[in-house]
């Protein structure tokens, strides 16, 4: 069996994020399986344990492995997504990466020329670090007038990712900024937006002890992922 090891690693990690969650708001969380570079059978195998989230950070890569994996699972696109691939957004449960105004608006064209609203998290890049993308706090700020405007939009929330390996008190700066970003949308005209995805293997404890509602969780599941 491929992922021996993995119901043990999915136990433990449904352990330690209840026990987060006490420690932070007694909030839901939703665990997204983060299967890139894996193959169909790591999304067959946490779908067997009973995980029924699964996130890609590619379209080209999530498409063919959504037919392959063949099982029922919402499927999470994380990573960043090219306006001419936006048509894809069809095929995801959620869209955690709207990083720019123009992105919003492409998706959003998506979901009206379908006639519905495609389901999305505004990303915010609350460290400033040029290799991470997403709107800053002031340009969300300034932008979530025109996010709210956007008819095919179903904006539920904020994703946002910490720099890597960051002493704690970083950590926890990021996720209360992204936090301000969620009130930035709720009191911008979404007061129904609640969605924090934040947390990846290294830090999800703390991101939900800050009150995420989504975490993003691959190696600690599959172990680390080849180059
Ligand atoms: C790869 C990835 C994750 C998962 O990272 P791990 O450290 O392996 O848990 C989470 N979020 C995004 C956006 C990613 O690209």
Avoid: C
Avoid at 60 to 76: F, G, I, N, S
Avoid at 104 to 110: L, R
Avoid at 137 to 165: Q, W
Avoid at 167 to 184: K, S
């Amino acid at each position: 069996m491929p992922f021996p090891d993995l119901a043990d690693r999915l136990a433990e990690v449904r352990g330690r994020i209840a026990d987060a969650a006490r420690r932070g708001a007694g909030q839901q969380v939703t665990l997204v399986a983060v299967t890139k570079t894996h193959g169909a059978e790591a999304v067959r195998a946490v779908h067997a344990l009973g995980a029924r989230d699964v996130g890609e950070n590619k379209v080209q890569e999530a498409l063919p492995k959504m037919d392959e994996a063949a099982v029922p699972v919402r499927w999470h696109l994380i990573g960043h997504l090219q306006r001419n691939k936006a048509k894809a957004v069809e095929r995801f449960a959620l869209v955690h990466s709207i990083d720019s105004l123009r992105l919003a608006d492409a998706v959003s064209n998506v979901g009206a020329a379908l006639g519905r609203r495609i389901p999305v998290l505004v990303q915010v890049n609350v460290s400033g670090e040029e290799t991470k993308g997403g709107f800053s706090p002031a340009d969300l700020a300034a932008g979530v007038e025109r996010i709210v405007a956007m008819k095919g939009l179903d904006v539920r929330g904020v994703m946002t990712m910490a720099p890597f390996d960051a002493p704690e008190r970083t950590l926890r700066g990021v996720f209360t900024g992204a936090r301000g970003a969620l009130e930035t949308l709720r009191g911008g005209g979404l007061p129904d937006a609640r969605e924090l995805s934040m947390g990846m293997s290294g830090d999800y404890e703390i991101a939900v002890e800050e009150g995420a509602t989504i975490v993003r969780l691959g190696t600690v599941l599959f172990g680390a992922r080849g180059t």
